[in-house]
């Protein structure tokens, strides 16, 4: 028998002296979550919430009733920062532990790497312990290359060269092969690009304290299509994918990137930076370009990107965008299928002109307030202007629900890995 906190699920609702509609009762060795009718995943998340919130630093869960959704969503609840290897799953005939093995792998790497400090996860390191993560999935089908520094400009990486120049520690694109065909002139199924900003202070719009408390978490993008990699590797990806990281530190220097600059990516365009913390679009115009290069007729990119997104579907949903609409409904089904929430939000042509500039192609924003009105439509306008093929094939996963500044009723603080199983059904289904 287990000493651990032992923790069971029933159907049944609790003793009338737990409350109305409680979703815990307690016994002497352990607890009871209740289902209810009602957001019943959602309901298990809380209760794994409330367990950790009671002090229990381990926990076992036992019996028949579990499944591996609800396994999954108990987990997620319960864990922090702090604690992410805390919750043994049951093993019953209504449960993958493969597939919980799988989702803890890649959400442990995941959060360990957005909730990491920037001190330990900058551009460089990122890139590296990205592809040592993919590589220790599938050894002898993964290869890689970091570009780094002035390497960038030698290859025409305009916008991450840009975006990073500031700091001391280089930027760098880390792109990564994985091929399990065996053939070294498989077409490239997919390819997959990160935001993968390790810290952000704004540049020389430079944030406020409180906003950038938390912006070792800019990395999300990058860590999410990582992570959905991994995941989908787990699953049994049997096509070639490319990755893209662009990895870059936004800090204030006498070499920083500067206001009125004008940056003249690879593709021809011409962009007036008229805002410094709208770094994320420069650096992904580069890993999009990349991305299209490969030839791959699937292009998703994630990234923690605006807080117009934040605001238009709040922390509990991400925002889909792309031309190709038909894509972007697929997607939002995959996250639905997923138990990841996601909702599609407006993107058109014409919001590639949404940010205009008297003296180059585009400026990366507005010179307003969060971008102005539609400030998410239009960055992912902008993106829209360094893919390929009129945006056929095309997604963008902007990570409003990737990240959670304070902890709530559902998750603790920090990253909440949403996101993740959407690009693995993504690639697993379309690539």
Not at 346 to 373: I, V
């Amino acid at each position: 028998m287990s000493d651990l906190f032992k923790v069971q699920l029933s159907q049944d609702a609790a003793a009338a002296h737990w409350g109305e509609k409680a979703l815990l009762s307690f016994s002497n060795d352990g607890a009871t979550v209740h289902l209810q009718q009602e957001e019943t995943l959602k309901n298990v998340q809380k209760a794994g919430r409330a367990l950790a919130n009671q002090g229990i630093k381990a926990i076992v869960l036992e019996g028949d009733t579990w499944c591996t959704e609800s396994q999954w969503a108990l987990y997620q609840g319960f864990v922090t920062a702090k604690n992410l290897d805390a919750v043994t799953f049951a093993e019953n005939s209504q449960s993958s532990l493969d597939e919980l093995a799988a989702l803890k792998r890649a959400a442990i790497w995941q959060r360990q790497m957005i909730n990491g400090t920037a001190e330990d996860v900058y551009p460089e390191s990122l890139a590296e312990k990205a592809a040592e993560f993919i590589g220790s999935m599938a050894p002898e089908h993964v290869s890689y290359d970091i570009i780094k520094g002035d390497a960038l400009l030698e290859q025409q990486w305009i916008g991450i060269h840009a975006v990073g120049r500031g700091s001391e520690r280089p930027p760098v694109l880390l792109t990564l092969d994985y091929n399990p065909t065996g053939d070294e002139n498989a077409p490239v199924a997919a390819a997959l690009v990160g935001k993968g900003i390790t810290f952000d202070s704004g540049g020389y719009s430079i944030k406020p304290s409180e906003g950038m408390l938390t912006m070792k978490c800019d990395m999300g993008g990058a860590a999410t299509v990582t992570s959905g990699l991994a995941l989908a590797i787990s699953r049994g990806l049997d096509v070639r994918v490319k990755l893209f990281l662009c990895c870059a530190e936004n800090l204030i220097s006498g070499n920083a990137y500067k206001l009125g600059d004008i940056l003249t990516y690879k593709n021809g365009t011409t962009v007036e930076i008229v805002n410094t913390d709208a770094e994320g679009r420069l650096v992904l115009a580069d890993g999009l370009m990349a991305a299209g290069e490969t030839g791959a007729p699937l292009i998703i990119d994630a990234a923690t990107l605006t807080g117009a997104a934040l605001m238009a579907v709040g922390q509990e949903y991400n925002a889909l965008f792309g031309l190709d609409k038909e894509l972007v409904r697929e997607v939002e089904n995959f996250a639905n299928d997923e138990f990841e929430a996601a909702w599609a939000l407006p993107l058109e042509k014409f919001h590639q002109f949404n940010c205009p500039s008297p003296y180059a192609d585009t400026a990366n924003s507005r010179a307003q307030k969060g971008g102005g009105f539609g400030g998410a439509s239009n960055a992912a306008g902008f993106l829209s202007r360094f893919v390929p093929n009129d945006g056929k094939g095309w997604v963008h996963i902007d990570l409003a629900a990737s990240f959670q500044n304070s902890a709530g009723s559902q998750w603790a603080a920090g990253a909440t890995t949403w996101g993740m199983r959407t690009v693995a059904r993504t690639l697993l289904e379309k690539a």
